[in-house]
């Protein structure tokens, strides 16, 4: 299950078998891929001319191109609804003061230094834990003030990592 939102329209959509069902109704469309990032579609028999022209896929953000008219479609995957659902959706859109350890483990890289600015979605830094390397990115936007760590370090949950 899926959720995109167009121009503040909200559309559920679950990929099956037969194709795409958008808010609980089968689409039934023709699409050809003609190259990478160029689309033809055949739908309620109208002919559409799809470009996809820009992807962001730290924010799963994608502007498209239809038959001249550019649209900019936000779309959240089962993982974004379920932090959705626990409430969480609202962290990266908050001012960050530190990152901690989600878990025990070791520092393997540290990805940024002191004085960095940081985006949602940048790596600050890899930690190894249970044989993982896990890379912790940043919930927010931010200047990095402080790293408690360094590459070698053992940390326990919950430890400051960075602070901004």
Request: net charge neutral.
């Amino acid at each position: 299950m899926y959720k995109a939102t167009v121009h503040d329209k909200t559309f559920e959509i679950e990929p099956t078998e037969a194709g795409l069902k958008v808010n609980g109704q089968m689409q039934l469309w023709d699409l050809v891929t003609v190259s990478d990032s160029y689309f033809h579609i055949l739908y309620e028999g109208k002919s559409y001319s799809a470009e996809l022209i820009k992807t962001e896929p730290e924010t799963k953000t994608f502007t498209f191109k239809i038959n001249g008219r550019l649209y900019t479609v936000n779309l959240k995957d089962k993982f974004d609804l379920l932090l959705e659902k626990m409430g969480m959706n609202n962290a990266a859109s908050s001012k960050v003061n530190s990152v901690k350890a989600p878990m025990p483990g070791l520092i393997i890289d540290l990805k940024i230094q002191a004085g960095d600015r940081v985006k949602p979605g940048d790596a600050l830094l890899i930690l190894e834990a249970m044989k993982m390397e896990n890379i912790l990115k940043s919930p927010g936007e931010g200047i990095v003030k402080n790293i408690k760590v360094k590459k070698g370090d053992s940390v326990e949950k919950g430890q400051v990592l960075i602070e901004f």
